[in-house]
């Protein structure tokens, strides 16, 4: 029966359940030679098509062609359901490339704690709280400490997430505490336990931390730029001082340090100290970003209005994608210009920097929308709506939000509802604009419509403050004071 099987892999599935059920049956037989015979044949079918469309898949995602390998593992998962290893690659891809559903489900089924390999431990992770599973993506870690209690890549996944849930922070602090046992060096571990620290109003235990973390590693310099703004912070300007002195004199060559330092010395009242160290920081480091935005801000401190414009566009350059230094500029141009002027000088930057022309618009639409000029603020967003940008989005949001409340204004309700709903399709986990249709209902006068929606909004987004006081507003405003008065 095995033989007369067509070998093609939609066949596959078929071979190998009559393979595994002959070998079965000859092994209770006590028959070991002849199961072994159809085990061989088994593993061949198995395993040689396997490798090779694993192989593939592996090529593609090198090459990134990711939705070819995921096609590939789906079609492997096809013709091997009980694939666990393939669910995983597959569930793991699909994950990191925005198929968040499958991607879940496939890492959740598959993922043994006890035994599940740590990267894809991460990937279910990272997948569970996209997901808002938080608490789920804990237990599973918590489970898989358990079973691998010196695995510090597992203790500082499971540590890091812990502090962000209040039941699990005491857990946490211990899975970091070890992991930073196991590996002292791991400094960025003493970070998160500094914040953690911090925001339950402890400073001196978070400087302990950071003391720590400085000993260990200067050189972790997100840690000691931490460091430095919290002695600041603190008033503790003698050890700030100390610290910005060993980096001067430690790492006189490296930029990040030099940074640091002249940041602490401006914050330490030493402006022109840290003002010239860092104009030769600009100069002979002209390709980093972050030296020129520092340099910036002492330039707008100092009243330089226009020379830190100019820094600011120059460092925007380097980032055309990030919206914040092109609008830091525009807000320091602002301190000394006019609208018109301002919208005049944004325009020239859009037009002489072709790379920035994209947030150049975004900004001149929010300027627009400001002065309540929907229509001009429209017209400046159509060339970029088939953008994938965040500030693209962001900012046509609050274009149609403004538009939807404008028409309710107006009494054209068929109007705001239209514009809310393509405002809540773009930004579908922003409760502000899911209860603009609430507040449309109530503005028709029909208070028991708004109610149910409000309802609708409760489901989708659960309790909160906003919503119990929209309720409040919508029960009073119907005449039900005592149930507004519960609500509360």
Do not use: C
Request: glycine share 4%; proline share 4%; charged share 25%.
């Amino acid at each position: 029966a095995v033989g007369a099987l067509p070998t093609s892999d939609i066949f596959l599935p078929i071979r190998r359940d009559l393979l595994t059920a002959l070998s079965r049956v000859l092994t209770e037989q006590g028959k070991m030679t002849e199961a072994q015979v159809y085990n061989r044949i088994l593993a061949e079918n198995l395993n040689t098509g396997a490798n090779e469309q694993g192989q593939a898949a592996i090529a593609a995602i090198k090459e990134g062609k990711f939705e070819e390998a995921k096609n590939i593992l789906r079609d492997m998962l096809k013709l091997d359901p009980d694939n666990e290893q393939v669910a995983l690659m597959l569930g793991a891809l699909a994950a990191g490339t925005g198929d968040r559903d499958e991607g879940t489900r496939l890492l959740t089924e598959n993922v043994d704690p006890e035994t599940t390999p740590t990267r894809f431990i991460r990937a279910a992770t990272m997948a569970r709280i996209d997901s808002g599973d938080r608490e789920e993506a804990v237990q599973t870690l918590e489970r898989a400490v358990k079973a691998r209690p010196n695995d510090n890549e597992l203790l500082a996944m499971h540590g890091i997430l812990a502090l962000t849930l209040p039941e699990h922070e005491e857990a946490g602090v211990a899975s970091l505490s070890k992991a930073i046992s196991n590996e002292p060096e791991r400094v960025r571990l003493r970070l998160a336990l500094a914040q953690h620290h911090l925001r339950n109003d402890q400073p001196e235990q978070a400087l302990g931390q950071l003391r720590m973390a400085f000993t260990t590693d200067p050189s972790e310099w997100n840690t000691t730029g931490a460091y430095l703004n919290l002695l600041i912070q603190q008033g503790e300007t003698a050890e700030a001082a100390e610290i910005r002195d060993s980096l001067l004199n430690g790492y006189p060559n490296e930029p990040s340090a030099v940074l640091l330092a002249s940041v602490a010395d401006a914050q330490l009242g030493n402006t022109e100290d840290a003002q010239k160290r860092l104009e030769v920081l600009v100069e002979e480091n002209p390709q980093l970003q972050a030296p020129k935005v520092a340099l910036a801000n002492l330039y707008a401190q100092a009243g330089q209005n226009e020379q830190a414009a100019t820094l600011l566009v120059d460092a925007a350059r380097m980032t055309p994608n990030a919206l914040q230094p092109l609008q830091q500029a525009v807000q320091v141009y602002a301190r000394d210009h006019s609208g018109p002027e301002i919208t005049q000088w944004l325009e020239t930057v859009g037009r002489e920097n072709p790379e920035l022309s994209q947030n150049a618009d975004v900004l001149l639409a929010l300027i627009s929308i400001q002065q309540g000029d929907l229509a001009q603020a429209r017209s400046l967003l159509e060339e970029w709506q088939d953008s994938d940008s965040v500030a693209v989005n962001q900012a046509t949001v609050e274009l149609l939000a403004v538009e939807a409340r404008t028409a309710a204004n107006q009494a054209d309700y068929a109007t705001a509802r239209s514009k809310a709903a393509e405002a809540i399709a773009l930004q579908p986990d922003n409760l502000n604009l899911a209860l603009l249709p609430v507040n449309f209902a109530a503005l028709e006068g029909d208070n028991e419509e708004a109610l149910d929606i409000l309802e609708e909004v409760e489901t989708t987004f659960g309790e909160s403050s906003a919503i119990v006081r929209a309720r409040a507003q919508l029960l009073v405003r119907a005449n039900r004071p005592e149930e507004a008065i519960s609500a509360l």
